[in-house]
């Protein structure tokens, strides 16, 4: 089965920090191009932070960039999301993805380009 986890949300203080997880399994993520979302309530689903297969670039939004990294380990077959200096405006159900297919037709950032998405983990930023 294809799958990918997400793992290390939680609640966190304004300033503080959180190390998301994404773990796949049933197929590899070498080739494929990998990217963080997320949803706030009443809010659409939004880029965070993406990287291209097609020669390791990265994107991330304004709004985390200086604060957020994306990075991928291919031998443990996991995508991180480090999380410093969180806001509360950071609050969202975050979610990894994976393009696998086709991962050079579309920009990183292009939400349905990708093929697999985890069921999603919380990150809440209150004090």
């Known amino acids: 089965q294809m799958q990918l986890v997400e793992s290390g949300g939680g609640l966190v203080q304004p300033g503080g920090s959180l190390r998301l997880s994404c773990a796949a399994s049933?197929?590899?993520?070498?080739?494929?191009?990998i990217g963080w979302f997320r949803q706030a309530p009443g809010k659409q689903r939004e880029v965070v932070s993406c990287?291209?297969?097609?020669?390791?670039?990265?994107y991330s939004r304004d709004s985390v960039k200086g604060r957020f990294t994306i990075s991928r380990d291919n031998a443990q077959n996991t995508i991180y999301l480090q999380m410093n200096g969180l806001k509360q405006e950071d609050t969202a159900v975050y979610y990894c993805?994976?393009?696998?297919?086709?991962?050079?037709?579309?920009?990183?950032?292009?939400?349905?380009?990708?093929?697999?998405w985890g069921q999603g983990t919380q990150v809440t930023v209150s004090s």
């Open positions: 990287i291209s297969s097609r020669d390791g670039s990265t």
């Open positions: 049933g197929f590899a993520l070498d080739d494929s191009t």
């Open positions: 993805a994976s393009d696998t297919y086709y991962p050079y037709a579309s920009p990183c950032y292009t939400a349905n380009a990708y093929d697999f």
